[in-house]
């Protein structure tokens, strides 16, 4: 009877496993790069400015709120110039701000 129970627990533990998708990290990075390459743009005139990552890492939930975090340094780079971003995107709204 063991054994039925365990055979039958592994296709759903398997599809519970591919289920949850890439890490939040990797799915808010589009948005966070284009979070900041808006920035860059508008700070550096450069409407040409495009942005690459350069450190990223997701953060432990803040205890009040459950919510994961990422934290993303982009380095946005066009018309001679250059500078880095700093983007924070939250799983609470799926939306990412400019830190600091």
Do not use: W
């Amino acid at each position: 009877m063991n054994q039925r129970l365990l055979l039958g627990l592994v296709p759903v533990l398997l599809a519970s496993g591919c289920a949850s998708g890439p890490p939040f990290v990797d799915r808010m990075e589009p948005q966070a790069v284009a979070a900041a390459e808006r920035r860059g743009q508008f700070q550096l005139d450069c409407p040409q400015a495009t942005g690459q990552v350069i450190h990223r890492q997701e953060l432990q939930p803040l205890a009040f709120s459950g919510y994961v975090r990422a934290q993303y340094s982009v380095g946005v780079s066009g018309c001679g110039k250059r500078m880095v971003v700093e983007i924070l995107c939250s799983e609470n709204n799926n939306q990412c701000i400019q830190r600091g």
